[in-house]
T-cell receptor, first 114, second 113 residues
Framework: NAGVTQTPKFQVLKTGQSMTLQCAQDMNHEYMSWYRQDPGMGLRLIHYSVGAGITDQGEVPNGYNVSRSTTEDFPLRLLSAAPSQTSVYFC?????????????FGDGTRLSIL | DQQVKQNSPSLSVQEGRISILNCDYTNSMFDYFLWYKKYPAEGPTFLISISSIKDKNEDGRFTVFLNKSAKHLSLHIVPSQPGDSAVYFCAAPAASNDYKLSFGAGTTVTVRA
């Protein structure tokens, strides 16, 4: 049972490039979310989804897009990378909807924008 | 503006002693709190939670205390073990949207042998 799988684990981009961070879960969880972790700021919610076809913005959504075409996958797209998006990105999922439920996190993608 | 605050970035404790991690919140509408633990190069894992209808919740060596009047909660680890060395995050669902989780900045715990 893989849980939440994030790819790639590391990525270096140049300013202006685009890329997609992949997230997949095999637990049939309805709720999925993306966070970024920056030093001294904890984790901040970027986007979340309460089920296939339904997404909404979190605390820091600017510069990011998401889609949820299947229950399993929740990719995060950087449209035009900026140095301010250098961060560690975590994907999470939970069986039932809502932040009250303990979430299962992937091991993160460390992204550097030059 | 962070609504969940962990003002101590780090804590060092001797093995076998008690670790006390603190968390303050600003929104009196918060009614549920979670603690997550994170090792380097791994994602956070859920540790323990507490509802505002309780003032204490215990799970093995981990106990969380909630003081609603002071808008303060604490996590006690007794006894501390080397494997407890990690970053601990306090979190709460946003009062206006229970799909959104607000995290504190985290406290790094180092347990000395």
């Amino acid at each position: 049972n893989a849980g939440v799988t994030q790819t790639p684990k590391f990525q270096v981009l140049k300013t202006g490039q685009s890329m997609t961070l992949q997230c997949a879960q095999d637990m049939n969880h309805e709720y999925m979310s993306w966070y970024r972790q920056d030093p001294g700021m904890g984790l901040r919610l970027i986007h979340y989804s309460v089920g296939a076809g339904i997404t909404d913005q979190g605390e820091v959504p600017n510069g990011y897009n998401v889609s949820r075409s299947t229950t399993e996958d929740f990719p995060l797209r950087l449209l035009s990378a900026a140095p301010s998006q250098t961060s560690v990105y975590f994907c999470a999922s939970s069986y039932r909807q809502g932040a009250y439920q303990p979430q299962h996190f992937g091991d993160g993608t460390r992204l550097s924008i030059l | 503006d962070q609504q969940v605050k962990q003002n101590s970035p780090s804590l060092s404790v001797q093995e076998g002693r008690i670790s006390i991690l603190n968390c303050d919140y600003t929104n009196s509408m918060f009614d549920y709190f979670l603690w997550y633990k994170k090792y380097p190069a791994e994602g956070p894992t859920f540790l323990i939670s507490i509802s505002s209808i309780k003032d204490k919740n215990e799970d093995g060596r981990f106990t969380v205390f909630l003081n609603k009047s002071a808008k303060h909660l604490s996590l006690h680890i007794v006894p501390s073990q080397p494997g407890d060395s990690a970053v601990y995050f306090c979190a709460a669902p946003a009062a206006s949207n229970d799909y959104k989780l607000s995290f504190g900045a985290g406290t790094t715990v180092t347990v000395r042998a």
